[in-house]
C-alpha cells in the first residue's frame, strides 16, 4: 500500500475518532434503542402495563409527545404538563429514558381556527386545513410567535429533568413552499440581504435581460410560479434557497429556546432523507442529525421476485453515509417494525427483514435507534401501521420479535466491542468522499436537457460501486476537508467558482484521487453560463477541452469503449479533446465522433484526475473506471455483489445479505464469528470480530 494512502487512513481515523458520538453517546452502549409511545391515545390504565412491557423486550427509551399539542395546550395560553409528567414517572419507575418533542407539527384547532392566516397556501391557491399535520407555515411570523411561546413552556418544565435524555423538534420536517403573501414578503426581504438592496445586481443574477423580465424595485418580485414551464429558473433556485432557509431558522429557534433551559439533553430532529431539498444538515443550532427510514411500502427496488418485501439494498447505507459526517453523530427516529399503512401496497416484510434494517443502520455508525410505534392504532390515519405489539396492546407482532432478537445480540456484543473506529487498514485506506450539493440537482433537474437524466441516478451509479468496493463512504459539502480522503469523487458538479476547482487543483496536486464527471463546472453559482468556452473552468485541471456534448434517444443508445468493452449510453455525453498529459481510457463509438475521448486520466502533482464526461445507462462503465483507478493507485477493494454490503465498527465487521440467494462472505484471516454464520442467507446478517 503506498505511504500517501496509509497517511490518509490515519489522518481520517483521527478526525472520525474525535466527532463519533460526540458527548452524548458511550461507545461501550454500542446503540441504544427506543420506541415510540402515544400515552394520549389509551386508557391511562394501561400506561404501565405497556411501559412494563416495553422495558420487558429490551427497550432502553421511550419516544413522547410527538403530535400532542391539543394537549399540551388545550386552549391558548393554558398548559397541562401534569398528564405528560405521570408518564415520564412510568418510564422512570421501569428504567426507561426518554426523548420529548415539541409537537409543532400538529397545531390544535383552535389556533387554526383562529388564525387561519398561518395556513399554507399552495401554488394553484389550495390552503391546506386541519385534519391532517405540516399545514402550518414556517415562514408565517405569527405561527412561530405562537409555537415558540408553547415550546419555551414545555423546554422550561423538562429541560433540567434528568430523565429526559434529549429532544425531537417537529415531525419530518420538510422545505415547504407556501405561497402566502408572508412568505412573498419573507422571500423580498431574503433578497434584498442577499443582493445588499440592489436590484440591478438581482437582475444580473437572474437574467432578466432576458425576455424583458427587468425588476426596478424588489416590491415587483413575487413568489415563482414553478408550473409555469419556462419560469426564470435563476428566480427559483434563490426560492429553493429561501424556502430551505424558512425550515433551517425555524428549527434552530426552536434549538436555541430549549437550550436555554436544558444544559445537559441533546437537540436533533428527524428528516426524511430527501437529499435534494437542501435543509439537511442546515440547522447547525442541531446537536446532531436524525432521520426517519422505510424500507417496505409498495416499490420494487429491492432484489429477486421477493425483493420488494426486503427493501433497496442502499437505501439505509445511503441515509447513514450522507448524515454520519454533518456532525459525526446521527440517529434513527424511525425504522419500521412492519407493515406501513401509506404505501401503494402495504406487503409483509420477509421474516428477518427488519432485523437485517436495524444491523444496517447500526453497522453505519449510529448511536441510537427507534421504532415507530410501540402499539398499533385502533384509529385514526394509521390504523394499519403495525407496531411492536397489536391491536390488544400485548400481542408481540413478528417484526417485535425481531426488534427484541437485535436488542439481545447487541447486549452480547457490549461486553466485547472496542472503541468506534476501531477498523482494519485496508478497509480505512478505502474511505471515499462523494462530494454533493442539493443545488446542483436543483439546477439540472429544472435544465434536464434529456427526460432520461436524473441526478441522483447519476450519483447512485458511483455510490453502489463503492459500496461493492466494500469501501467507508462519506456524502460530504464543501465545508469539509478534501484532504481527509484519498479519494474523492464529485458527481455532476455543475455549478462551480474559481475557488472550488482551486481547492480541487490543490487536493490532486498534494496527493488526492479526483474523479469529475459529466455536467461539472459548466455554470457560477447563480447558474449561469460564463463568458468563455463550454465547460472552460476546469479545462486547466483535468488537462481537457470540451468539443461538445450530446443526447441521444434511450432506444437508440450510443456505445463507449473501454479495454476491449463497450458499454451503453444516451442521457449525456461529453466529447472531450485531451491534453498532453492526458491518458485516454475510453472513447466513443459509432456515432459521428467515434474515437473521441469520453473518459481521461490526468497525473497531476503527486495525484490523479479523473474525467468520466459521459453517463452510462447501467453503472457498469462507472464501476471499471473506478476499479482501475483504485488499482493504479494501490488501494485494494472488494468485490461484493450488489445486494451484499459491509461495514465495520467497534471491532466488528458486519455483513448484510438484502440479495435474493445465500451468500459466502470470505472472512479475514483470524476472524471470529460472533453472529451469524459465513454463508448469509437472504434478509440475514453475519457479524464478526478479528482476533
Known amino acids: 500500500m503506498k505511504k500517501s494512502i496509509i497517511l490518509s487512513a490515519i489522518l481520517s481515523l483521527t478526525v472520525s475518532v474525535l466527532q463519533a458520538g460526540g458527548p452524548w453517546f458511550r461507545d461501550k452502549d454500542l446503540t441504544l434503542t427506543g420506541v415510540y409511545y402515544y400515552p394520549e391515545h389509551w386508557n391511562e390504565s394501561q400506561w404501565e402495563r405497556d411501559l412494563k412491557q416495553i422495558h420487558d423486550l429490551g427497550f432502553e427509551f421511550i419516544h413522547l409527545a410527538e403530535f400532542a399539542w391539543a394537549q399540551l395546550e388545550p386552549r391558548e395560553g393554558e398548559y397541562d404538563f401534569a398528564w405528560l409528567d405521570r408518564v415520564v414517572a412510568l418510564a422512570d419507575k421501569h428504567d426507561l429514558k426518554v426523548i420529548m418533542c415539541t409537537s409543532t407539527a400538529t397545531p390544535p384547532v383552535w389556533l387554526s381556527r383562529k388564525y387561519p392566516e398561518i395556513l399554507i397556501r399552495q401554488e394553484d391557491g389550495t390552503v391546506l386545513d386541519h385534519g391532517a399535520r405540516q399545514h402550518a407555515s414556517f415562514a408565517s411570523p405569527l405561527y412561530r410567535k405562537l409555537a415558540y411561546r408553547m415550546i419555551e413552556q414545555l423546554a422550561r418544565h423538562y429541560g433540567n429533568d434528568k430523565r429526559i435524555i434529549g429532544w425531537q423538534l417537529d415531525n419530518e420536517p420538510a422545505v415547504q413552499f407556501d405561497y402566502n403573501l408572508e412568505a412573498e414578503a419573507g422571500f423580498r426581504e431574503f433578497l434584498r440581504r442577499k443582493y445588499n438592496d440592489d436590484i440591478q445586481a438581482l437582475n444580473a443574477a437572474w437574467g432578466t435581460a432576458f425576455w424583458s423580465e427587468v425588476y426596478a424595485d424588489f416590491g415587483e418580485i413575487t413568489l415563482p410560479k414553478t408550473a409555469q414551464m419556462f419560469m426564470n429558473h435563476h428566480q427559483i433556485l434563490d426560492y429553493r434557497r429561501f424556502a430551505a432557509l424558512q425550515t433551517n431558522d425555524f428549527l434552530n429557534e426552536q434549538c436555541r429556546l430549549i437550550k436555554r433551559y436544558a444544559k445537559n439533553q441533546w437537540v436533533t430532529t428527524n428528516y426524511i432523507p430527501n437529499y435534494e431539498e437542501g435543509h439537511i444538515g442546515g440547522s447547525r443550532e442541531l446537536d446532531f442529525q436524525s432521520y426517519t427510514r422505510y424500507m417496505v411500502y409498495g416499490d420494487n427496488e429491492g432484489i429477486g421476485r421477493r425483493g420488494y418485501r426486503v427493501g433497496n439494498p442502499l437505501r439505509i447505507a445511503m441515509a447513514n453515509d450522507f448524515f454520519r459526517p454533518i456532525q459525526g453523530t446521527y440517529g434513527v427516529m424511525e425504522l419500521q417494525p412492519g407493515q406501513v399503512n401509506w404505501g401503494s401496497i402495504n406487503p409483509q416484510p420477509l421474516p428477518g427483514a427488519v432485523r437485517l434494517w436495524l444491523w444496517s443502520v447500526f453497522a453505519g455508525g449510529s448511536d441510537f435507534i427507534c421504532t415507530y410505534r410501540y402499539r398499533q392504532p385502533l384509529y385514526g390515519t394509521e390504523q394499519y401501521h403495525y407496531g411492536i405489539v397489536g391491536t390488544d396492546g400485548v400481542t408481540v407482532t413478528p417484526g417485535g420479535r425481531e426488534y427484541e432478537q437485535f436488542m439481545k445480540e447487541i447486549k452480547q456484543l457490549r461486553g466485547k466491542c472496542a472503541k468506534r473506529e476501531a477498523k482494519p487498514a485496508d478497509y480505512t485506506a478505502r474511505r471515499t468522499a462523494i462530494l454533493f450539493n442539493h443545488e446542483n440537482s436543483w439546477s439540472m433537474e429544472r435544465q434536464k436537457q434529456n427526460h432520461t437524466w436524473s441526478t441522483l441516478g447519476h450519483v447512485d451509479k458511483y455510490y453502489r460501486t463503492l459500496k461493492g468496493f466494500g469501501a467507508p463512504v462519506d456524502f460530504i459539502d464543501e465545508s469539509k476537508e478534501l484532504t481527509d480522503y484519498p479519494m474523492v469523487i464529485a458527481p455532476a458538479y455543475q455549478m462551480a467558482d474559481e475557488a472550488l476547482v482551486a481547492r480541487w487543483t490543490t487536493y490532486v496536486k498534494q496527493g488526492g484521487n479526483l474523479v469529475l464527471t459529466c455536467r461539472t463546472g459548466h455554470k457560477d453559482r447563480y447558474g449561469r453560463l460564463p463568458e468563455q468556452p463550454f ?129 459466502t462472505f470470505d472472512l479475514p484471516d483470524g476472524a471470529e464469528i460472533l453472529i451469524g454464520q459465513a454463508t448469509i442467507p437472504t434478509a440475514d446478517v453475519l457479524v464478526f470480530t478479528i482476533k
Open 535 to 663: 465547460g472552460a473552468l476546469i479545462n486547466d485541471l483535468t488537462g481537457n477541452e470540451m468539443e461538445f456534448y450530446d443526447l441521444l434517444l434511450p432506444e437508440e443508445p450510443g456505445t463507449v469503449v473501454m479495454d476491449g468493452q463497450e458499454y451503453d449510453w444516451n442521457t449525456w455525453g461529453e466529447i472531450l479533446k485531451p491534453g498532453k498529459e492526458s491518458e485516454v481510457w475510453a472513447t466513443y463509438t459509432r456515432e459521428f465522433y467515434e474515437g473521441k475521448p469520453a473518459v481521461t486520466k490526468r497525473r497531476l502533482g503527486k495525484g490523479t484526475i479523473i474525467y468520466i464526461g459521459v453517463d452510462s445507462k447501467d453503472g457498469k462503465l462507472e464501476k471499471t473506471v473506478l476499479k482501475k483507478l483504485y488499482a493504479e493507485a494501490g488501494i485494494p477493494v472488494r468485490e461484493l455483489p450488489y445486494g451484499v454490503t459491509m461495514e465495520y465498527r467497534n471491532g466488528f465487521g458486519i455483513v448484510m445479505n438484502y440479495s435474493d440467494r445465500p451468500y
